[in-house]
């Protein structure tokens, strides 16, 4: 009968959903990620390769943002990525918790060689730097948000 066949349907239905949500949620697809290795660690390290992974690309550009909105008279320069994960969305949003500190650069939007700089160790603070990747777009990193912790 009729009503037989749409009530199979829907229970047919609603299984296929079911298990695509569970697959989804298994598998961690749309939720955020832990960084890989190559992303995390002292920022020399990092920043050393000729071919930096689009993380480190992202949390500089973080890094660079941050220095354009400070107030400060001298740059910060990261000290090391501590932690973040990265989250498939239109792009990627990558969440970084990074150590930076006051260098001995002026904060004048020149771009400055990593060494240039020292950087008062002793005044070491954590940032949290939301910074999306589109790499289609003309600027392919944007930082979203930053928070002071």
Not at 24 to 41: F, M, Q, S
Not at 71 to 97: A, D, I, P, W
Request: aromatic share 6%.
């Amino acid at each position: 009968s009729e009503f037989a066949l749409n009530s199979k349907m829907k229970l047919l239905l609603f299984v296929t959903f079911a298990l695509i949500a569970s697959f989804t949620n298994a598998a961690g697809i749309g939720g955020a990620k832990p960084l890989d290795e190559e992303c995390v660690g002292e920022w020399a390290g990092l920043m050393s390769s000729q071919d930096s992974a689009d993380c480190v690309l992202a949390a500089k550009a973080g890094l660079d943002a941050l220095n354009a909105q400070s107030n400060s008279l001298n740059r910060f320069g990261m000290h090391r990525v501590v932690s973040g994960t990265k989250q498939v969305v239109s792009g990627l949003l990558y969440v970084f918790q990074v150590e930076v500190a006051p260098s001995s650069c002026r904060n004048n939007g020149e771009e400055v060689a990593l060494g240039d700089c020292e950087l008062e160790m002793e005044r070491i603070k954590t940032w949290e730097l939301h910074v999306s990747s589109q790499p289609w777009k003309e600027v392919p990193h944007r930082l979203v948000s930053m928070t002071e912790l």
